[in-house]
């Protein structure tokens, strides 16, 4: 079957900068004023509050290719790279919860089989974003996240998933690997082709990925300072890793989303830490794969029966709103009017998948409907609990709810719609029930 892809241009994004290899002064590295928390800009992150969140740096981080850890995604932001991922299945990214708690959906996209962050032919259109009930952006407890793609992920040399740790796997005494893309490590001799970061200006980013690997200890005498500093590793969370105060040179990622990964297992994914040039010198501390093992095996079957055709209609809507949004972006052509003239999408069969799931779900939907459908889908819900508390259990009510278009108005027209031909076309397809109780049917059960 034809995927389908989007064609970006990401060059467009990126701020060229020329070659400056050049090696400043090593304290650059290493933020130690009170003011390193501006590395942080609002608009990009979650307020950190006490929370450190990972700086992006990178020390002495060895370049790799994609091949050698193919599992590994940019996830992308306005199609220029925002944070670290790894593919789990092939319509399934694991990363962390707080970069992409606030983000609007229709903003992010995924580019697999790349060593470079700033290339990428090819962006998976994120659908769903599914973050653990338990995250919380002040401590960042439970900071796992789920991105579910359109297009297919195709597996080949440079793209392949990689499969969960065991629960029972003893992390102590293996050699771990985290992956990702940060910024350019200054202090070092590598090799940097500094890219400007669109979300935080001042950052010189360095396109190619880097890996660290490092001996597990468990548990790490080094992550006792964090007690000291009245920050406590809570369940969920393991602080691996070399600190400097161990050995100064000791390598360091400091990448939101960046798996780590063990005997060719994901184990972690690497959330925050005072460490690598952040305040301190400290080791990382990474969401636990072990530990949210239920949490993944309830949610990934789900999402893997939620089937790419169950989001095609709406795949074509919101390919044609995202073409829109970029035209507009690169003002070099007019925006493409979207011939296709679609009918309601039915939501109620997809939504009581989803509501199966367990954690926050953003839907590409609720983007395209300014927020209602989520408001209109937990009333739904409530009504069919209020329901079935009420009837026998030989009668089954079956949802009737009124189906609303996808696509709120503004949006329709905006992507070039009329909407009275909509409206009057579709009129007859339409489920809008008035009376429920109409709806009623017997079922022998
Ligand atoms: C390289 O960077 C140094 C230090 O920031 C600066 O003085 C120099 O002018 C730069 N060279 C080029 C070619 O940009
Ligand atoms: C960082 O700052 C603290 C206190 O301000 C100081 O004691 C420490 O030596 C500094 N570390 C480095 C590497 O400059
Ligand atoms: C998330 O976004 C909402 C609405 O845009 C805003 O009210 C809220 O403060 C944001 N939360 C965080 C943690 O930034
Ligand atoms: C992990 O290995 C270290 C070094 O061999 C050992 O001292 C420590 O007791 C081990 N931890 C556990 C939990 O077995
Ligand atoms: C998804 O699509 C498949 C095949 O068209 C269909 O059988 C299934 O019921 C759909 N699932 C949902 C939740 O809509
Ligand atoms: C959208 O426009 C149609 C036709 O003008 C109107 O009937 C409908 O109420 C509008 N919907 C919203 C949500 O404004
Ligand atoms: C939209 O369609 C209606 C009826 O089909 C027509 O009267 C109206 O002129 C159209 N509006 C635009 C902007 O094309
Ligand atoms: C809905 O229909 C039932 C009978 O089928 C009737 O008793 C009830 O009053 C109706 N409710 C409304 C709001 O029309
Ligand atoms: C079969 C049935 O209950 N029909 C009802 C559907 O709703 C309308 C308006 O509320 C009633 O008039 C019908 O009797």
């Keep these: 079957m034809k995927l389908f892809t989007i064609i970006i241009f990401v060059y467009s994004y990126w701020v060229m900068e020329g070659l400056n290899c050049t090696i400043p002064d090593s304290t650059m590295l290493f933020d130690n004023s009170s003011d390193s928390g501006k590395l942080f800009s609002d608009w990009a992150y979650p307020k950190s509050g006490d929370i450190p969140l990972l700086n992006r740096k990178v020390f002495k981080g060895q370049r790799v290719t994609i091949k050698e850890h193919p599992y590994t995604v940019s996830i992308r932001r306005m199609y220029a790279h925002y944070c670290t ?28 089989g790349e060593t470079y962050a700033d290339r990428g032919t090819i962006q998976h259109t994120v659908l769903l974003l599914i973050i653990h009930e338990d995250f919380d952006p002040y401590t960042l407890q439970a900071d796992l996240a789920l991105l579910t793609v359109y297009e297919e992920i195709e597996y080949r040399i440079s793209v392949k998933p990689v499969s969960l740790i065991a629960p029972e796997f003893i992390l102590n005494k293996t050699k771990a690997f985290v992956t990702g893309w940060g910024r350019c490590d200054i202090t070092g001799k590598e090799l940097c082709l500094p890219r400007t970061s669109m979300f935080n200006p001042n950052e010189k980013l360095d396109p190619m990925l880097r890996s660290v690997s490092f001996d597990l200890v468990v548990p790490n005498v080094y992550c006792e300072a964090y007690k000291k500093k009245d920050v406590h ?29 063990v005997k060719s297992k994901l184990a972690g994914i690497l959330s925050w830490g005072f460490g690598c040039g952040y305040y301190y010198d400290m080791p990382l501390v990474y969401t636990s794969i072990q530990y949210y093992q239920a949490w993944l095996v309830h949610n990934v079957p789900i999402i893997r029966k939620i089937k790419r055709n169950n989001f095609t209609r709406l795949f074509h809507s919101t390919r044609a709103h995202v073409l829109v949004e970029w035209l507009k972006k690169t003002r070099i052509m007019t925006p493409i009017i979207h ?46 609990k209020n329901k079935r508390a009420m009837i026998t259990s030989k009668i089954y009510v079956e949802a009737t709810t009124t189906v609303f278009p996808f696509i709120g108005n503004d949006t329709l027209a905006e992507i070039g719609f009329n909407i009275s031909d909509i409206y009057s076309e579709d009129e007859t397809d339409r489920k809008t029930v008035q009376n429920t109780s109409n709806n009623t049917k017997e079922k022998s059960v």
């Design 233 to 261: 590793i809570k369940p969920g969370m393991m602080c691996l890793g070399q600190a400097r105060e161990e050995n100064l040179v000791a390598p360091c990622l400091a990448v939101p989303g960046a798996p780590l990964v």
């Design 85 to 112: 991922g790894a593919i789990i299945s092939k319509n399934i990214v694991i990363s962390v919860a707080h970069p992409l708690n606030n983000v609007t959906i229709s903003e992010l996209g995924i580019v697999a």
């Design 339 to 384: 011939q296709q003239k679609y009918k309601n999408l039915e939501a109620t069969k997809l939504d009581r998948e989803l509501t199966k799931l367990k954690g926050f779900v953003y839907d590409i939907r609720d983007y395209l409907n300014g927020g209602m459908f989520r408001a209109a889908k937990k009333a739904v819900y409530n009504n069919i």
